[in-house]
């Protein structure tokens, strides 16, 4: 059964920091893109971060550019999104996302996989 399971989420004041992880079973990351993205109440999925495969090639929403970092450990079958400077508008539940065609692209449609959600909460 192919499943993706997030964790790491939390509570975190503004300004701090978060690491997501995200470990596969029943199928190998190496041949998927990967992404994260954040569902915010009362909002759509929006697409954060993705990396590519095989060239982990990555890409960042503005929003996050310069302060998230995307990651992967194709022997730990496993993705991370490093979060600093969090700030209270990054509040949602974060997802990953496995694609099977290897490219990365911040459109939550192009994704075939999904994890359950792990929340992120940032507040003082």
């Known amino acids: 059964q192919l499943q993706l399971v997030e964790s790491g989420g939390g509570l975190v004041q503004p300004g701090g920091s978060l690491r997501l992880s995200c470990a596969a079973s029943?199928?190998?990351?190496?041949?998927?893109?990967l992404g994260w993205f954040r569902q915010a109440p009362g909002r759509e999925r929006e697409g954060v971060s993705c990396i590519s495969s095989p060239s982990s090639t990555t890409s960042y929403a503005e929003s996050v550019n310069g302060r998230f970092t995307i990651s992967r450990d194709n022997g730990k079958n496993t993705v991370y999104l490093q979060m600093n400077s969090l700030k209270p508008e990054d509040t949602a539940v974060y997802f990953c996302?496995?694609?099977?065609?290897?490219?990365?692209?911040?459109?939550?449609?192009?994704?075939?996989?999904w994890g359950q959600g792990t929340q992120v909460t940032v507040s003082s």
């Open positions: 029943g199928f190998t990351l190496d041949f998927y893109a």
């Open positions: 996302a496995a694609d099977t065609l290897r490219q990365c692209v911040l459109s939550p449609s192009e994704y075939d996989y």
